[in-house]
């Protein structure tokens, strides 16, 4: 028997999703949305520009969204009549006070039990859904969760992990000059109690709570002031080397929060000796080699703008040819993630046949690992002119040594002018 198609009436249907509405409301301008679709596209439309989709009328990212409840009782009588999945009732929106009086809750009983009991239902509330986020942050939760990871006896408690969640959730919902602000106010004190709970999370059961202290202390290291940024611990960054790029179970979120964390430090060159000191090198080395058959993009090209960085300086340099596979990782790697990444490998290898020690031992190695071909192929490859320019100056500055060398094909050699 061929099946029947159901026809479903047209104003069932969401004007942007154009999928049956879960949530029907209807905006100032009278025309009825679902939810989430016209939350969503408010949020993506800036306060100047966002109109309503279908009347084009002005449509402010404030304006409130009324429950259209007899639309909805009609779409779930239609849904039962027609045997389709039945449309839940919606639950009812956050309201602001409650989020305030979990907070109160929150400030007044830390470290106890009840305020880990309130701090466990904000955080489920933060985890539902965009609308809830934006009135946890409304709210001044921000503010709050800042305070009880400063707290020494907070952050011995299980509680942390909530703190540190909710913040992260809420952060984008806070308006810039509020995080901005609150970050400066605080800035030294909270990086250290960010270090000590990385320092300090040790059982696999705390991952979680590793990549939350990592990506917060990331959106800490972004707004901070140049004065607190140039003068890091070097703790800092061995923390981040040792409990984030070296470690098996870092997850993905924690690593590229560490890289950008370090990319943003390393414009002062005191960083930038910390970092190496760090031992940073050799776990960037060591993560290529067991990335190298995954497709993270994004990491691959932090860990390549980071170590472009670290080898400005000699003890960078000496420590990335040091490496058994470092030159190695660097030929590998370029040509094969994207041009971000090809013109970071490039310009260390240019720097590293160049200034680094014992030259005529570094050219060699360049030669056995297949720095050398790659450079020829970068000149072939559908690559920036700039960047075929920057191959091109690099082969031709030890061309006496590299020439006639078995290790590169003889057509590698001769299919550009040198």
Known sequence: MEDLEIEIPHY?????????????????TGITYDRDSIEQWLQNSSAAAAVCPVSKQPLPRTADLTPNHT????????CTLNSVNRIPTPKSPLAKPHVTKLLREILHHAPSSGSLHALQKLDGLASESDRNRATIADAGAVKAMVSLVLNPECRTTGGVEHA??????????TPETTTKLLVRQNEGPLLHSLTWILNNSNSNSQQNQTTQAMCLANRVIGYASASLLERLEPEFFR???VRILESRTASKQA???ALQALVEACPWGANRAKIVEADAIHALIELQLDQMSSGEKLATELAFDLLARLCTSADGRERLVGHAAGLAVVAKRTLRVSAATDDRAVQVLGMVARYAAGKEEVLTEMLRVGAVTKLCMVMQADCAAYLKEKARGILREHSAFWNNSPCIAVYLLTWYPR
């Open 12 to 28: 069932f249907l969401c004007p942007i999703s154009l999928q049956i509405m879960k949530d029907p409301v209807t905006a100032i």
């Open 71 to 78: 639309l909805r009782r009609l779409i779930q009588a239609w």
């Open 164 to 173: 540190l969640r909710v913040l992260n959730l809420v952060w984008n919902h």
């Open 239 to 241: 923390t981040i080397v």
């Open 255 to 257: 690593r590229r929060s």
